[in-house]
């Protein structure tokens, strides 16, 4: 284990890169995709699985975290690793965006959030010093600073307003996590889908100095084009040294995508969230496993992929759970979609350190849009 | 595998029975505490798990297998061991239980039982013959009886009525099973709470012939007490060299008294079901993980048992879990009970072949009355 946070840039292959991060807590083999531990568990899965299908960090919510079970208790309880059984890296994020999407009632000044919690109605503050001394305490490996996140969509006078304040908000956060060797601190580029906005907010957050850089506020309703549109505005004024994080993402069709740009990391809850709802991913595309056509279908999820989740429950088992509202219903689709997004991670790293992302990106592509071959049965 | 069902009693120790039931599926070890897999699953759990924890048989459940997915369906599949991916015994009940507790609307004659869906309203029929042949179609290892269960209390008349019905329906249940190798029949003893009821029950079904005789009709809402004398009155009309399956039983206190008197083999959703609401058993005595009081302990559940749901994850983490609803803390809590209940069973199964079932029972019983003792921490 090194002390030291750094970032490896190994190879790039067009705008794509292939990198590996130092932690205290280990290395991140990128692109990498961060399965999303809300509440210290992701959900439906055991930590083992999540690990075995090949991720090398998880994310943890610091809005969840500080309602329930607290960031002291956490503390007290040896931090969150300890706490949740997990020794690998730890994003998590700063509270900012859930302040924006989950609580019922919100103040921002130039001091920080105010708000009630969307679970019992208390009353709880937010400032990007206490920010950082919860993710502190929670023992992260990747700190996030506190921004302002805003709806789509909005005025520009709007996103200029909350890009501003984010940009206070880094600087602020940055000093409240000072020097902690082998853990690193993350700006947050805003600035809405204004490139004028977005370059200003990245050459600002440099000006303070990061161990990487988040694109935040994308991935809100604002649909793929604009999304990828942004991130071309944006990316070019992020150092090349550096990691690059695209929050919230999210589709494997966005995940390519992004890469293909030149992110090096994502995360989101779709894998999870959707495989709760009998949604799969799979090489040839989504499949809804609520639809009676796969009623007596055995073929498992994505004969293709050497997985347990994916290789070896029949789609008819799977539709009868998920019709019934079983619980291992939700644990085998949610083990299935977390398996397969790392697998399209693997093979995205694998394809860049061979010089072939443009060839896996449309071969990829193709697949999803060819979808399923008739059953030989 | 033989293709022949038998059973083979090993030891006696006082009333208590070790033996040993062959079966086309494999071998069951009994005294065997079979999880109950309703709908296909044993709720929250890998069935990996299940046969990990020391379970040799599951359950599975005619009605709501016969209402979703359809047992011709699951025969089109393959058969239920197929299905679900569990290739050790499964014992199927006939869908008497719960046509009695679960359906809207229900109508018993002569013939059999007519009854709504309680998922989606529509009318079902199940005779004798039909439970078999969905329990045939199914696949399962042994067959029960179709059989009317009646509410507690009731009158010794509609007892003994009822008992009546369930043994005609027990010859043509019998009749319908025919002779499948390496599978067998079991008969259900009825007759409510009332000594002469169960003794003629008990002697009508051996008149018929069957592999294995069930005690039905009890865990009902009785009471410990009264289900104790009502097994007291009905198990010495039974025949020593064949298996007694105590059914719907129960706690792990109730399981320590039945097998003390003779029981081979008992279902309960108690382990699951409990696990979902927080409750974990342990060999101190229950834990409510709802508690306050588990908010820090970082103690695991029963660090003297050697399982990883059981000595792994913290109380602390459970309890944090299981408040804010993740199915995580469903999934580690109906582990932890599956496995307390299996070590229960090896434990029982050890001290008959000892010949020191007595000691176990009764210093089992002291340290659940006896609780927990103080932490060290």
New interface residues.
Partial sequence: MTAKFDFTLHKTDGAARRGTMHTLHGDIRTPAFMPVGT???V????LEQVKEAGADIILGNVYHLML??GAE?VA???GLHK???WDGPILTDSGGFQVMSLSQIRKITEEGATFQSHIDGTKHHLSPERSMEIQRLLGSTIHMQLDECIAFPHERKDAERAMQLSLRWAKRSREAFGDQPGRGCFGIVQGGTDAGLREESAKGLQQISFHGYAIGGLAVGEGQDLMLSTLDVTLPHLPLDQPRYLMGVGTPEDILESVARGVDMLDCVMPTRSG?HGQAFTSFGRLNLRNAIH??D?RPLDASIDHPALN???R??LH??V??G???G??LMSWANIAYYQHLMQGIRQAIDEGRFEAFRSETRARWAAGELPSAT
């Avoid at 959900?43 to 055991?46: D, F, I, M, Q, S």
């Fill in positions: 509440v210290g568990t959900k439906a899965l055991y329930r079970p208790r007290r309880l040896g706490f949740i059984g709760r009623a007596e055995l070896s429950y029949s008819a088992y009868h759970l019709r019934s079983e619980i291992l939700m644990m």
